[in-house]
């Protein structure tokens, strides 16, 4: 686990003509936090910061490479403009979120369940001063209203809890299509094998033209629930979607023959998406720019 922790960050794009620096701050934080745990604050991109703690993984990794989700995140932050709407499906502790709002100045739902996590979402939110940005809500996504047990210990890893997993808490449950006051552009799901679910409450927004793309996480965790990711896949092909890598550097899009391991950038209407992103203006991360 270590060593591949330790080989991601030195073979991140960020990281490329600096390697030593990225496993530098790894370093520092495993031992300051070993000391003396304590919290920063933590200046992310040019307009953002990030609340960063002892435990968060993570939100961490963004100070080891600048941006821990290198092409999903540089695909927000060229894709996204101010008069857009993003929804953040598994927020956790709002990464997305300020870079869709706080850097690109787009209006975005953030929705994260579990309280504790909820609470440092909303920590970032005030830090970043958008709460006129982004609607935060603290409830689960479905395909129907009800209410579901989340396991509450496990950062990032956090999902509708098993039978066996009996440290949880109860939240409520509502769809994407309830929460669609304003039509998303972009969504990104991270719900840890319960995507099906959530597209299955998202029809009408799934149908609407207005969403061009989709940054959903398809590593096999739906298995647990019963749940295929290359049923999610077809579904999405239906829709016209289609599987495609990002180059940040480069600003275009290649499409794939599959779904990734991790996570999926779908796209609808190619051309449109092509012509956001090579318009976007440079963000700086740390001394870089994308």
């Not at 330790?6 to 490329?16: E, G, R, S, V």
């Not at 435990?55 to 894709?79: D, I, K, P, W």
């Not at 909303?122 to 396991?151: C, D, M, P, W, Y």
């Not at 998303?184 to 033209?209: Q, S, Y």
Request: aromatic share 10%.
């Amino acid at each position: 686990m270590l060593l591949n922790t330790l080989k991601y960050i030195y073979q991140h794009p960020l990281n490329a003509d600096r390697p030593w620096a990225g496993l530098w701050k790894f370093f520092w934080w495993q031992i300051r936090n070993s000391i003396k745990p304590q919290h920063i604050i933590h200046d992310f991109t040019e307009h953002s910061k990030l609340h960063l703690w002892r435990g968060l993984r993570g939100a961490t990794g963004n100070l080891y490479c600048g941006l821990m989700e290198y092409q999903e995140m540089s695909f927000v932050l060229h894709f996204l403009r101010s008069t857009d709407t993003f929804f953040d499906i598994g927020a956790n502790v709002g990464v997305y979120t300020i870079l869709a709002s706080a850097e690109v100045g787009a209006q975005t739902i953030s929705v994260e369940p579990i309280p504790a996590t909820f609470d440092i979402l909303r920590k970032n939110i005030l830090l970043n001063k958008i709460e006129h940005k982004v609607r935060a809500l603290q409830i689960g996504i479905g395909s129907v209203l009800t209410h579901l047990n989340f396991t509450t210990s496990l950062d990032t890893e956090n999902h509708i809890a098993l039978a066996h997993e009996h440290k949880s808490i109860e939240v409520e449950v509502k769809t994407i299509d309830e929460i669609a006051k304003q039509m998303p552009c972009l969504i990104k799901i991270d719900v840890e094998g319960f995507e099906t679910e959530v597209l299955l409450g998202a029809t009408h927004t799934l149908a609407n033209p207005v969403l061009k793309a989709i940054i959903i996480e398809l590593n096999g965790s739906g298995k647990k629930y019963g749940y295929q990711d290359q049923w999610i896949h077809e579904q999405l092909l239906t829709l016209g979607f289609k599987p495609y890598s990002y180059d940040p550097i480069l600003r275009n899009v290649k499409e794939l023959p599959h779904f990734g391991k991790h996570n999926t950038l779908y796209i609808r209407d190619k051309e449109y998406v092509l012509n956001r992103v090579a318009q976007a203006r440079k963000i700086k991360i740390g001394n870089k720019e994308i």
